[in-house]
């Protein structure tokens, strides 16, 4: 039940208990009650939208930033992972095997907001060793869903 | 001038659909819940085997019956699912989607005056089929109070000494319907005693919730009996590839190579290439379709029985069929009422036989959000009338 609600709501968290009970074929208790199980295990840890930016008004920029660092003694790479994530300017941070430790990605109003970020307040940390940072040019998809989708039903409207 | 058409041409009735179909389209911005296709779209990886076949230059014709590779993977499938053997250099033959095989082994094995068995509610083209083949089509009118299943009982009243075929249109579209294993069995012995021969068009066989799919050729005696259609539409969302196939006895496939032959010549390559993808590494991808249909197939029939009207739950194929005899409408009424008024087009029951009167196909291949929609439209269209009555 958890895993066929949560895919379910996956990619459309606008589904209300009620519609996923019918679709689940489950009591709207049920399902509530499940959800709210889900959220305290924080396994639910939001309902964020899915927006593209670039068909607003208002300038965003995203930026990809490549990081080496020092892990740390006991904690390993759990402490600065936690250090960087806590600014309001990131948007993601997994630590990755390979070439480089984490992949920080930022998102600021303009290139010189992202750029001071790294500069005055990444790259300083004791423990970051070098940082490569990336612009993001254009979104195509995010979450499984296309940014740039023609959602037109080519379908004839009865067919056999 | 003398008259150019055929007396035979002539006699068919075109298609209730068709007909239907010509009055939505004159309505803008309807919301639809009339189309007897998927609504997703190919998977990419079968597209993209598509797309790959023709940079490589595979344009040309195939050998008449198929591709071999395709043809092994076919059998294979038919094997994986059923534990059925069919040889695939003689007893199998791939086709312009199912209904080219539907038409091909009615021509096949049709004399003048030779009695088909048709169960209705069910798919348009078997009955003007079997006509142009020479055939006399005989309908079985199937019944709610069983599921919309063929009984033995219905089956034997039907079959006379000039029977020579029945259709198995399972699981059915509209209806929904299937056929479980003790369904088929007595079918099955029945087809034995009376010598009969099966045409079964199982081409939602992998659209079923809850129970597998089994095919009457499982049964003993009835694989030499069986023509089994099938094919990439439902399954893969391949509609417009136009690819099918038939498996079946070598001497019945033989001559249905032969009129394949001469009327079409061999399947669109490319499609080809591409159920060859389908087959081998599409099982994912039918899983998460048939996931969705069932959750949509729920949300449905809840939503049916909220609004009170009769709806049995159906195990296959992605449409509902509810009854709207309660509110003292025909079928053809309600549609035309429903469309005019709230702006959905449904399927009158009646456009797949005359039994299919008081009750509507309605086609779960749209996203849930679709379906909410057009369910609160349908539920003020039915309070109202059932007011009004």
């Known amino acids: ?46 309902y964020p939208t899915l927006i593209n930016w670039d068909k607003t008004q208002s300038e965003k920029v995203t930026a990809l930033i490549e990081v080496k660092v020092t892990p740390q003694r006991g904690q390993g790479f759990d402490k600065i992972a936690e250090r960087i994530y806590k600014f309001d300017e990131v948007e993601s941070v997994y630590l990755m095997s390979g070439g480089f430790d984490l ?22 940390m004791e423990a970051v060793l070098s940082t490569a940072t990336h612009f993001v040019l254009k979104k195509y998809k995010e979450h499984g869903l296309p940014l740039v989708h023609e959602t037109k039903d080519e379908r004839m409207l009865i067919t056999p | 001038m003398r008259n150019p058409l055929s007396k035979l041409v002539v006699t068919i009735q075109p298609s209730g659909i068709r007909k239907f179909f010509d009055i939505v389209s004159e309505m803008k911005d309807a919301i639809s819940l009339g189309v007897g296709e998927p609504d997703f779209d190919t998977p990419w990886h079968i597209r993209e085997e598509g797309i790959y076949s023709l940079e490589k230059g595979k344009t040309f014709y195939t050998s008449n019956a198929g591709l071999k590779e395709l043809k092994e993977e076919i059998c294979n499938y038919l094997y994986r699912r059923y534990q059925l053997n069919y040889n695939p250099d003689h007893e199998t033959i791939v086709t312009i989607g199912g209904s080219e095989a539907i038409d091909i082994s009615l021509r096949a094995m049709l004399d003048l005056g030779d009695e088909v068995l048709i169960p209705q509610p069910s798919y348009v083209s078997y009955l003007p089929c079997v006509t142009l083949a020479g055939g006399k089509p005989v309908i079985i009118e199937l019944k709610a109070e069983n599921q919309f299943k063929l009984t033995k009982e219905e089956l034997l009243e039907a079959i006379t000494d000039k029977t020579k075929i029945l259709i198995l249109p399972f699981p059915n579209n509209p209806t929904g319907a299937i056929m479980e294993y003790e369904d088929l069995r007595e079918i099955a012995k029945i087809v034995e005693e009376k010598d009969l021969y099966i045409i079964s068009d199982e081409i939602y066989s992998e659209l079923t919730y809850g129970r597998n799919h089994i095919s009457i050729a499982e049964f003993p005696g009835m694989k030499e009996r069986t023509i089994l259609i099938n094919g990439f539409s439902k399954s893969y969302a391949m509609t417009g590839w136009r690819l099918g196939y038939a498996t079946g006895p070598a001497k019945i496939i033989e001559q249905m190579i032969k009129i394949h032959q001469f009327a079409i010549m061999c399947a669109p390559t490319t499609s080809q290439y591409a159920a060859i993808e389908a087959l081998k590494n599409g099982d994912a991808d039918v899983e998460v379709m048939r996931e969705a249909y069932d959750q949509r197939r729920k949300y449905l029939i809840n939503a049916f029985q909220t609004m009170g009207l009769e709806c049995f739950e159906p195990f296959g194929a992605f449409y509902v069929f ?63 009338h059932k007011n009004n009555q």
């Open chain 1, 1 to 46: 039940m958890k895993e066929k609600i949560l895919t379910a709501i996956d990619k459309n968290s606008k589904l209300s208990a009620k519609d996923l009970a019918a679709m689940l074929g489950s009591t709207e208790e049920e399902v509530a009650a499940v959800i709210k199980q889900l959220e305290e295990e924080t396994v639910i840890c939001g």
């Open chain 2, 322 to 384: 509810p009854c709207i005899k309660s509110l003292g409408m025909s079928s053809e009424e309600f549609a035309t009422e429903l469309l005019k008024e709230e702006k959905v087009a449904v399927v009158p029951g009646t456009a797949f036989g005359d039994c299919g009167e008081g009750f509507l196909r309605i086609s779960y291949a749209y996203s849930i959000e679709n379906l909410k929609i057009a369910i609160e439209r349908i539920e003020r269209f039915v309070k109202k």
């Open chain 1, 103 to 124: 992949t920080v990605i930022i998102e600021g109003k303009s290139m010189r907001e992202v750029a001071n970020f790294v500069s005055s307040k990444l790259a300083p």
